[in-house]
Every structure is written in structure tokens, then in C-alpha cells.
């Protein structure tokens, strides 16, 4: 079994302490710390979300997962800033929606944004429109990036953009969305300026858009 195998196992099973002994064993023998995101983390979530759908994990099994996948990203983050070289390419403004509590794919996203160069300013989940629109005033954000992970609370992605241009804000400001149902043609139809498939492509979405601002 690899290291990632290992790793990937020891999420699905919940096993939140086996995580974090194989986490840091990787990175003992010299596996990079962005490396462990697309091998591991992000496969053994998908894996949890096949079982979840078939009905073979139910919510507290969902959880303890996530637990464990935390225990990773937990020792990767502070790692993972600098893993490129440093520089200011920009702020971004990210959160989860309104109505929506899923933040490991989003968390993922601002700590490969983050190691990017990027300052980022966490919302958390939850978050209601009015809040973004204060946070870009404040900081003068470059991005939005918002993350939905409910058919439901996609919509509240253009809640966001519609409440940035009611704000005065949308000229300033580029929108990126993300999150396992979101799509290119949804993010066109909502008038976002960018979408992103993963936290690479959340990456190379975020420059692109401040590069063309
Ligand atoms: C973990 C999980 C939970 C956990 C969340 C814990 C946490 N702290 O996040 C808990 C148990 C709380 C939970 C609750 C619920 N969940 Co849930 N959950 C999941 C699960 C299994 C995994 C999600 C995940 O973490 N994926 C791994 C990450 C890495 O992937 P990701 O989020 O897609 O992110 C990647 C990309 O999408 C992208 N990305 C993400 N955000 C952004 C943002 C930008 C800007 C960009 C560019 C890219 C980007 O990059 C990321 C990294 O590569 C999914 C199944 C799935 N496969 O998606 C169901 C799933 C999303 N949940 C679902 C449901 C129904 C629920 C509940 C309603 C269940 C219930 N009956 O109560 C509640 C809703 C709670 C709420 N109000 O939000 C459904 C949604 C169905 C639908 N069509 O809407 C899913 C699809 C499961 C299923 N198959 O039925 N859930």
C-alpha cells in the first residue's frame, strides 16, 4: 500500500490520529505537502461522498471522515504557505454560501490560494451576502471565490454577485465559483467571471482573473 493509499484509508475509516502519524510520515520522507491533496485527501472525500450516496455512510460517518481528512490539513496548511515563492498576487474574498455548512473543498481551496501568494480573507460557511460586500469594501479584495456544495445553495452564489453589484462593488471585483455541483455553464449563467473544477484550478482561475483585471 502507498502512502496515499495509507492515507486515503485512514480518512475513509475515520481514523483521525492514523491520519495524522501517516500525514507526517509522508512529508518525513519527502512527499510534498500539495501532493498529498490530489493523491489522498481529495480522493478519499470523493469516496466518502460515493458511500454517503449509496447509503453506506451516513452522516456521522461523514463527519468523522472529515474529522480526519482536518487532521491532515490541519499539519499541511502552515506548509503549504511558501511551497511557492512569496508574493502578494492579490486578495481574495472566499467562503461557503448561505445555507450551506460544506467547507473542506473550500478550505482546500484557500490554502492552495494562500500558498499561491494570495491573501486571503475566510468567511467560514454560511455566509450571507451582505457579508461578502462588507468584507471586499473593507479589504479590497481582488476575488470572490464562493463555494456551494448544495444544489439547493447555488443559487445563493448569485445572490452574492447580485448583491456586490447593488453594492457598487462588481467593477472592482472578480467572482470565482466552486464546489462539486457547480459547473462552467452555471457560473456563466449567474454572470460569475470564472469557475474552477479543483483547488488547481481555483489557482489558475484567481490569477488569470487579477491578471486581466
Ligand atoms: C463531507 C460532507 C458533508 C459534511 C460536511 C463537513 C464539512 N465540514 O464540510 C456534513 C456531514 C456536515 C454534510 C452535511 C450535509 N450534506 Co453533505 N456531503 C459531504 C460529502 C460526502 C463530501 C464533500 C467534500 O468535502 N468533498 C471533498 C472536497 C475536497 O470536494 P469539494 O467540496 O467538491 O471541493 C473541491 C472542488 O469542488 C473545488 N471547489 C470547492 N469549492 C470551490 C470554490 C471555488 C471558488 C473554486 C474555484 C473551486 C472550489 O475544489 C475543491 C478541491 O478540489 C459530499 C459528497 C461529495 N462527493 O461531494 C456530501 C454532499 C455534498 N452532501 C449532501 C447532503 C444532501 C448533505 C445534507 C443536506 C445531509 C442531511 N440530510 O442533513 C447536509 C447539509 C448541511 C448543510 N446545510 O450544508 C449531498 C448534496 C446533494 C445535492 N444535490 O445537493 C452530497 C452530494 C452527498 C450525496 N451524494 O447525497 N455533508
Redesign the pocket.
Known amino acids: 500500500m502507498s502512502i496515499f493509499d495509507e492515507l486515503q484509508q485512514a480518512i475513509i475509516d475515520g481514523k483521525a490520529p492514523v491520519a495524522k502519524e501517516v500525514t507526517e510520515r509522508a512529508l518525513g520522507e519527502g512527499v510534498r505537502p500539495a501532493e498529498l491533496?490530489p493523491n489522498a485527501?481529495?480522493p478519499a472525500?470523493?469516496e466518502?461522498?460515493?458511500r454517503?450516496?449509496d447509503c453506506e455512510f451516513f452522516?456521522p460517518e461523514?463527519?468523522i471522515?472529515?474529522r480526519a481528512?482536518r487532521a491532515a490539513t490541519d499539519i499541511l496548511r502552515p506548509l503549504l504557505v511558501g511551497d511557492e515563492e512569496v508574493r502578494s498576487a492579490g486578495t481574495v474574498v472566499?467562503g461557503t454560501v448561505k445555507?450551506?455548512?460544506?467547507?473542506?473543498?473550500?478550505n482546500?481551496?484557500a490554502m492552495m490560494l494562500e500558498s499561491a501568494g494570495f491573501q486571503i480573507v475566510d468567511l467560514g460557511?454560511?455566509v450571507p451576502p451582505e457579508k461578502v460586500v462588507a468584507a471586499v469594501r473593507e479589504h479590497g479584495a481582488n476575488v470572490v471565490?464562493?463555494?456551494?456544495?448544495?444544489?439547493?445553495?447555488m443559487v445563493n452564489m448569485k445572490a452574492v454577485i447580485d448583491a456586490l453589484a447593488a453594492a457598487g462593488l462588481r467593477d472592482q471585483v472578480k467572482v470565482?465559483?466552486?464546489?462539486?455541483?457547480?459547473t462552467e455553464s452555471w457560473a456563466q449563467s449567474i454572470g460569475a467571471d470564472?469557475?474552477?473544477?479543483?483547488?488547481s484550478?481555483?489557482v489558475e482561475?484567481a490569477r488569470s482573473l487579477v491578471a486581466a483585471a
Open positions: 491533496f485527501i481529495v472525500m470523493n466518502v461522498g460515493r454517503m450516496r452522516i461523514v463527519l471522515a472529515a481528512a472566499c445555507g450551506d455548512l460544506h467547507d473542506i473543498g473550500k482546500i481551496v460557511v454560511d471565490a464562493m463555494s456551494a456544495l448544495l444544489t439547493t445553495t470565482m465559483v466552486g464546489g462539486a455541483p457547480v470564472g469557475y474552477g473544477k479543483d483547488a484550478a481555483a482561475t
